[in-house]
């Protein structure tokens, strides 16, 4: 068997993650959804140095679109085609998905945690959880700022007032989804009343929706280390094993020999969608040409050691890294020019001036900034300031130093 070589693999997993095409013009909502549908989910996260992070997800793969556009496919009724759920983690997820988050809300159902069952042998809390269920039945949907703290003190992520609990609890088992967001905040709704009428919701058993999960992740993946289908939807890997056994036997994936960064021949797989992709990518036919900016949590570094076998690249957000431990910033951005990730910038908006900073860019070691890679880059970030409808660019350090005086000039 002869060996993809690197560049071809790369192409392919850009493919697969809706990165490797030049950006459509004009994004609609059909295309933010069928972007969503490729790559499974968009993770969900609280910081918003730019943008928050399933909005950056889609910019890279899209370009400029309004956020309004995703916000109706999240939570308008009779346009909703999202809701949010668990999957590699808190993420937006296609509903067509919803019946396979089934078995789980049963499972924690009927066996929840230890940490729960303590919770719950407090009398209060015990009387809580049915009186918020009903308080929402009643008044219509409610965030957890509309119930009282009954005088508890909150003091970190998780230190969550009683009713949060009960209403996250709630939300886990099934019997509420989150109808909205306000200021970021969870609006949670009865399910009955979130989840449109056409969604299926026949319960597949866990066999069928652990297959179904690591099947959608070696998708998304296009070529993959055997267990890195498990990573991408935040599957175990033991149990996975005798999944991808049985996906190779029913010849959805394919063996194949794969040069990976470090000069060695690794036993990967390519899902049989992807394979004539692969045969064209190694005959030269197909190459990546998006360059874009990807979010931390971006689904392309979801399986593990992957940016460093194809990419030979860390990526680390180092926002939780005290200030003075970090190498790049506290927000790093990746920088994808075609089949390769060259560089990364710490960006911060600041709204109200209409101004895009880049506290810090760098390009990649042995990474070369000729006029291709800063024209492609320039083009980027003009997108990138419109999407976040800024009107002046900062940049306060640039590695190489010429860079930022360089694409400065081009904007």
Not at 39 to 58: A, N, W, Y
Not at 154 to 169: C, I, R, S, T, Y
Request: glycine share 6%; charged share 25%.
């Amino acid at each position: 068997m002869t060996p993809y070589p690197l560049p071809a693999l790369r192409t392919v997993a850009l493919h697969a993650q809706a990165l490797g095409s030049p950006t459509p013009a004009a994004p609609n909502p059909a295309a933010l959804y069928t972007a969503i549908r490729q790559v499974g989910c968009v993770q969900i996260d609280t910081l918003q140095m730019v943008h928050r992070s399933h909005l950056l997800t889609l910019w890279s793969r899209l370009g400029s679109f309004d956020p309004a556009d995703f916000d109706r496919l999240a939570y308008s009724p009779g346009q909703r085609r999202l809701f949010e759920g668990w999957q590699h983690a808190a993420a937006f997820i296609p509903l067509e998905d919803y019946r396979y988050q089934m078995p789980h809300q049963r499972r924690l159902r009927e066996q929840p945690s230890d940490w729960y069952q303590r919770w719950l042998t407090q009398q209060a809390n015990a009387a809580l959880v049915p009186a918020v269920l009903q308080r929402i039945r009643q008044e219509g949907a409610l965030r957890a700022s509309d119930f009282g703290s009954d005088g508890h003190k909150p003091g970190g992520w998780w230190n969550w007032k009683p009713a949060k609990v009960a209403l996250e609890f709630l939300y886990a088992f099934g019997e509420l989804m989150i109808t909205n967001r306000v200021n970021f905040q969870r609006v949670y709704d009865l399910t009955e009343r979130v989840l449109p009428t056409w969604v299926d919701t026949t319960q597949p058993d866990e066999a069928q929706r652990d297959r179904y999960w690591v099947e959608l992740g070696a998708c998304a993946l296009g070529v993959f280390d055997p267990l890195q289908a498990a990573d991408y939807t935040y599957r175990k890997r033991t149990p996975s094993r005798p999944i991808l056994q049985e996906l190779l036997r029913d010849g959805i994936l394919l063996p194949i020999q794969a040069e990976l960064c470090d000069g060695q021949v690794h036993d990967w797989l390519v899902h049989r969608d992807y394979s004539p992709q692969l045969q064209q990518a190694a005959d030269g036919a197909l190459a990546a040409q998006r360059t874009t900016f990807l979010s931390p949590f971006d689904s392309l570094f979801w399986a593990r050691r992957r940016d460093e076998q194809l990419w030979g690249f860390r990526q680390h957000l180092e926002a939780y890294t005290p200030a003075p431990k970090r190498q790049w910033g506290y927000f790093c951005l990746p920088i994808l020019h075609h089949d390769r990730l060259v560089g990364r910038f710490d960006p911060k908006l600041e709204r109200r001036a209409r101004l895009l900073r880049l506290k810090a860019l760098y390009l990649e070691p042995g990474v070369e900034p000729d006029d291709a890679l800063v024209s492609a880059v320039a083009a980027a970030l003009r997108d990138f300031m419109h999407f976040h409808q800024a009107e002046d660019l900062v940049i306060e350090r640039s590695e190489p130093v010429e860079l930022g005086a360089r694409l400065i000039n081009l904007l």
